[in-house]
Structures are given as structure tokens and as C-alpha cells.
T-cell receptor, first 112, second 112 residues
Framework: RKEVEQDPGPFNVPEGATVAFNCTYS??????FFWYRQDCRKEPKLLMS???SGNEDGRFTAQLNRASQYISLLIRDSKLSDSATYLC?????????????FGTGTQLKVEL | NAGVTQTPKFQVLKTGQSMTLQCAQD?????MYWYRQDPGMGLRLIYY???????DKGEVPNGYNVSRLNKREFSLRLESAAPSQTSVYFC???????????FGPGTRLTVT
């Protein structure tokens, strides 16, 4: 089983729709979680951190479910500019925060 | 601030040739990283440097060497390139107090 798994998509949604992605992780000792966004042929950029209590930033909501070992990203009122690949990132206890494990990403396409 | 810069942006090598990928950051970050990104594999850590003067292996270090020249610069060397090293290479840096990593624009390397 991969350490971090994501549905590769693509998720094709109309503008204005709500879309959600999940990401499962295998190491129950994982301590920190993030969502990164990567545009086509560009570098990844941090979208948001995922806290145990959940985290909301505008149209984006991230949640952590430790019992079931997954994190989620909810995007409300999707915009064309949200089209990108969303990478789930998990940091374990070892490595001093230097060893990030990336998922392969979920591709989102927002259409008119 | 330029952030994280990488050179070159594109490179084509023949099998057995050597080259060095350059990375520099102007954010005074302590930690720097080299990743490769391949389709369906996610980003994988090659080497990292937690601070000036130290380097450590990541998940896929074979075939690569690194040098942390100073706090700003972290280079990745391929001594004898192989077709399996065809990939997109990203450099990243991180300030000590957070887990967020800042990525450079990437180097697209093709080995024929």
C-alpha cells in the first residue's frame, strides 16, 4: 500500500460547483498534513495546512480524520482558476520535518 | 526577492554525460531539498540539507550527489546520466520554524 494515496481524477466540474477530494495515508504516526496546489508544468505551492480541528480559508476547507487516516479538501463555488492538480502531503514523526511524503495528486478541471 | 531559482530550465543529456543542476534561495532558509517528479509517482526526495554543511539522503539518492555550497546554494550532480533519470527536478527550501517548503520552477531533464 502506498504511504499516501489520492484519486488521480480528473474531476471535471462546472463553474460554481462544490467538489471534494480525499487523501488516505498509511502511517498512523503521521503528524502534519498539507494540501499543495500544482499548476500544469509549474512548481507546487502550499495551499493550506490541515489541522486536527479543521481549517477554512475562503472557499477552501481542509479536514483531518485521524481515526480513518484521511484528509479532505473541499472547494466551494469553483472557479476556472481552481483548475490544477492538488497534492496531499504528509509529514511523519521522523526526519525533523524534512521528509515530506507527497501523493500523486488529484487533477481538477473547472469548466464553463 | 527572487525566492528559489533553478538553472537550467531545460536540459538534454546523452547517457553517460554528467551535469550539475543549480539551486539558490534568497530567503535565508536553513533547509534545502532536491526532488524529482515523475508521472504517477509523485514528488520523491533525492537529498536534503537541514543546514549549511550537512546533507542527507532521501528516498531515491542513487545516481546523484549534492553539495551545500553555502546557505544560499544547493547543487545536484548527475555523474553519469541514465535514461531512468529523465524527470522534472525541483529544488525547495524551508525556514526552520515551519514545515512549508518553497519550490523553485523546476528543471526538465531528458536523458537519451
Amino acid at each position: 500500500r502506498k504511504e499516501v494515496e489520492q484519486d488521480p481524477g480528473p474531476f471535471n466540474v462546472p463553474e460554481g460547483a462544490t467538489v471534494a477530494f480525499n487523501c488516505t495515508y498509511s502511517n498512523s504516526a503521521s503528524q502534519s498534513f498539507f494540501w499543495y496546489r500544482q499548476d500544469c508544468r509549474k512548481e507546487p505551492k502550499l495551499l493550506m495546512s490541515v489541522y486536527s480541528s479543521g481549517n477554512e480559508d475562503g472557499r477552501f476547507t481542509a479536514q483531518l480524520n485521524r481515526a480513518s487516516q484521511y484528509i479532505s479538501l473541499l472547494i466551494r463555488d469553483s472557479k476556472l482558476s481552481d483548475s490544477a492538480t492538488y497534492l496531499c502531503v504528509v509529514i511523519g514523526l521522523t526526519g525533523g520535518g524534512n521528509k515530506l511524503t507527497f501523493g500523486t495528486g488529484t487533477q481538477l478541471k473547472v469548466e464553463l | 526577492n527572487a525566492g528559489v531559482t533553478q538553472t537550467p530550465k531545460f536540459q538534454v543529456l546523452k547517457t553517460g554525460q554528467s551535469m550539475t543542476l543549480q539551486c539558490a534561495q534568497d530567503m535565508n532558509h536553513n533547509s534545502m531539498y532536491w526532488y524529482r517528479q515523475d508521472p504517477g509517482m509523485g514528488l520523491r526526495l533525492i537529498y536534503y540539507s537541514a543546514s549549511e554543511g550537512t546533507t542527507d539522503k532521501g528516498e531515491v539518492p542513487n545516481g546523484y550527489n549534492v553539495s551545500r555550497l553555502n546557505k544560499r546554494e544547493f547543487s545536484l550532480r548527475l555523474e553519469s546520466a541514465a535514461p531512468s533519470q529523465t524527470s522534472v527536478y525541483f529544488c525547495a527550501s524551508r525556514p526552520g520554524q515551519t514545515y512549508e517548503q518553497y519550490f523553485g520552477p523546476g528543471t526538465r531533464l531528458t536523458v537519451t
